[in-house]
C-alpha cells in the first residue's frame, strides 16, 4: 500500500485528556496497522497490550537499524535517529551493559534513603505556593522544580546551573527546528564534558562520579550517557504531576477518595501513570530480522512503533479504561514499558508522585482548576505532548 493510502499518524491528541479518534479506531480494528509516520515514512503500529509486550521482550526488534541513513524515520529529530548509543550488531549486550552500570543508582535502598529529601523539597515548594497565594501554576510552582532538583542531585548536576541547561533541553525538545535541536545535542553533551572533567577533580555520591570511577568507561561515554539521562528525566515526572493533577482536579470523586483514605495514594499514582502518558507516536524500534505477530509479518528493517499510551487503554486488560479509578486492581499497565527495556527511573518516579499527591491534597483540599479545561494547551513543538501551564486556585 503507498504511503499515502496509509493511515497518518497525529502527532498530538486533540485535547489534554483524550486520544485521537484515528488511534482508537485503529486499536479496535486490529492489534499491528501500517501508518505514514509524522516524517512520512512508513510504519508499523502496535496498539494493543500483549503484543505490545511481546515485541518489548523480541530480541529481534530493537533500537538500532543496520543502515541507519536508510532506516524509515519516524520524525526528523535527533532523538528519533536509527543511531543511538548502540552499534547495530552488538546492541543488546551494549543496552544491558548500561542497565548494569546505572541499576544500583535506582535501587530500592537509594530510592528509599532519597524520600526523605523529595518530601522536604515538595514540602519547601508547597509552603512557597501558600505563601503566593491563588492562582498558581502548578507547573511552574511545583511539578518543574521539584523534577528538575531530585534529578539534578541524583546525577549530580549543579542546580545553580538550572538556566543553562534547561536551554540547552529546550533546544534538544524542540521538534520544529532540527538544526536547533541538534545544536542543543551536541551542547548539552559538551556541557555534560566539563562537567564529568570536575566530577573527576572533585567527586561526590551522584551518577556522574560513579561512572567516572568506572575505570574502562572514557570521559565522552560518561557525558553522552549523563546527557541522555538528564533529557529523558527532565520534565518525564513534570508531566506525569501536571497530567496526574488534572485528573484528579477533573475526577473530583476520585480526589475525594483519596482525601478520604490516604491509603489509596499508592493506587492512584498507578492509575495516574496508566493515563497521564501523553506522548506519541510511539516508541520507535526496527526489525532485526522478520517477525510474525499479530496477523501480520514485520520485514527485517522495517519501523516499529510501540505506543504504550494505547495499551494502556486495551479493554481487553483494562476494564473501562476511559475511566480513572485510583481503586483499580491489578493495574499492569506499561507506562515504563516492559522486559529489558523497562525504565529505570521507574522507582524514582513513584517515589516523587507518591511524594506529591499524599502532601498537595491535604495541603490544598479544595484545589481546582483555574481555568475550563478546555483551555490547557498541550506544547506541540515539544518532544513530549506536556501542558504548556497547569493554573490551579483553592
Not at 506529591?356 to 483555574?370: D, E, I
Request: charged share 25%; net charge negative.
Amino acid at each position: 500500500m503507498p504511503a499515502g493510502d496509509l493511515p497518518d499518524l497525529p502527532t498530538a491528541p486533540p485535547t489534554v485528556l483524550t486520544h485521537a479518534p484515528v488511534l482508537r479506531a485503529l486499536q479496535a480494528e486490529r492489534p499491528i496497522v501500517r501508518v505514514c509516520t509524522p516524517a512520512g515514512d512508513e510504519a508499523w503500529l502496535v496498539t494493543r497490550y500483549a503484543e505490545v509486550k511481546q515485541l518489548f521482550t523480541d530480541c529481534r526488534i530493537g533500537r538500532t537499524h543496520p543502515d541507519p541513513e536508510r532506516a524509515p524515520r519516524i520524525r526528523d529529530h535527533v532523538m528519533l535517529k536509527a543511531t543511538d548509543l548502540y552499534e547495530h550488531e552488538t546492541e543488546h549486550a551494549e543496552h544491558a551493559q548500561l542497565r548494569a552500570l546505572l541499576t544500583p543508582y535506582f535501587s530500592a535502598k537509594r530510592m528509599r534513603e532519597l524520600q526523605p529529601r523529595v518530601q522536604l523539597l515538595t514540602d519547601r515548594l508547597l509552603e512557597e505556593i501558600a505563601a503566593a497565594g491563588p492562582p498558581a501554576d502548578l507547573h511552574r510552582a511545583l511539578s518543574l522544580p521539584l523534577s528538575v532538583r531530585v534529578l539534578c542531585e541524583l546525577l549530580g548536576v549543579p542546580y545553580a546551573e538550572r538556566d543553562r541547561f534547561q536551554e540547552l533541553v529546550h533546544g534538544m525538545a524542540d521538534l520544529s527546528d532540527q538544526q536547533r535541536s541538534e545544536a542543543g545535542q551536541a551542547e548539552l553533551i559538551g556541557y555534560m564534558s566539563d562537567l564529568v572533567s570536575r566530577k573527576r577533580r572533585r567527586p561526590e555520591d551522584d551518577v556522574i562520579s560513579g561512572l567516572c570511577a568506572v575505570e574502562e568507561l572514557p570521559d565522552e561515554t560518561i557525558a553522552g550517557i549523563a546527557a541522555i539521562v538528564l533529557f529523558a528525566g527532565y520534565d518525564s515526572v513534570a508531566d506525569a504531576i501536571d497530567l496526574g493533577a488534572l485528573q484528579l482536579l477533573t475526577n473530583v470523586d476520585q480526589r475525594d477518595a483519596v482525601l478520604r483514605n490516604p491509603e489509596l495514594v499508592g493506587g492512584a499514582v498507578e492509575e495516574i501513570l496508566r493515563t497521564a502518558e501523553r506522548g506519541g507516536p510511539g516508541l520507535p524500534r526496527y526489525a532485526r530480522e522478520d517477525v510474525e505477530i499479530g496477523g501480520v509479518t514485520i520485514r527485517a528493517g522495517e519501523a516499529v512503533l510501540l505506543d504504550t499510551t494505547l495499551a494502556n487503554f486495551d479493554d481487553s486488560v483494562f476494564a473501562e479504561p476511559d475511566r480513572f479509578d485510583v481503586t483499580r486492581a491489578p493495574n499492569p499497565h506499561v507506562a515504563f514499558a516492559h522486559g529489558t527495556w523497562h525504565c529505570l527511573g521507574a522507582p524514582l518516579a513513584r517515589i516523587e508522585l507518591q511524594t506529591v499527591f499524599a502532601s498537595l491534597l491535604p495541603r490544598f483540599p479544595t484545589l481546582r482548576l483555574a481555568v475550563p479545561v478546555e483551555e490547557l494547551r498541550l506544547s506541540a513543538a515539544s518532544f513530549t505532548n506536556k501542558l504548556v501551564e497547569m493554573p490551579v486556585a483553592w
